[in-house]
């Protein structure tokens, strides 16, 4: 569904307004998609939009991006505090003007699309791979912390 970051958000203490502004940008980004444009402010402008799928396993959650027609040389994947982004661009190829085109249904373009991620992951251990337009990316996520005892003395 449409929803699928907040399924990687994990709700926290904090300012109501933060929680607001997300829910905000999810909302945007919902209308955005079934009205087939894309607003300019807290969205990040795309041109083409791949289907995405997360899945939580025991000891990490799995991404998985469909990039058909996409170069890996044009995916970037980076992590900034708990935010996880990945870019990619789907180019045109450069046709003679001889062609007659009778039917284009492909998007081409740029394609940003940012997740919010759990504390309780391992930035460090992120790993991304890409092959046949498929990008995988693994997010670790950290050992628990258990409760210690604490002597009193």
Known sequence: MANLPSFFRQNRIGSPFRELTRIQEDMDRVVSELMGSSSQGSLEKFDFAP??????????YL?????????????????????????AERKEEKEENTKKRHL???AYGSYVRS??????????K??????????????PKAPANKAKQISIH
């Open 63 to 87: 991404m998985k991006v469909d990039l058909p027609g996409v170069k890996k040389d044009q995916v970037k994947v980076e992590v900034d505090g708990d935010r996880l982004t990945i870019r």
């Open 104 to 106: 284009s249904e492909i």
């Open 126 to 139: 992120i790993e991304a791979k890409f092959n046949d337009g498929v990008l995988m990316v693994t997010v």
């Open 51 to 60: 289907s995405c799928e997360i899945t939580e396993q025991e000891n990490n």
């Open 115 to 124: 997740f919010t991620v759990p504390q309780t992951i391992d930035p460090d």
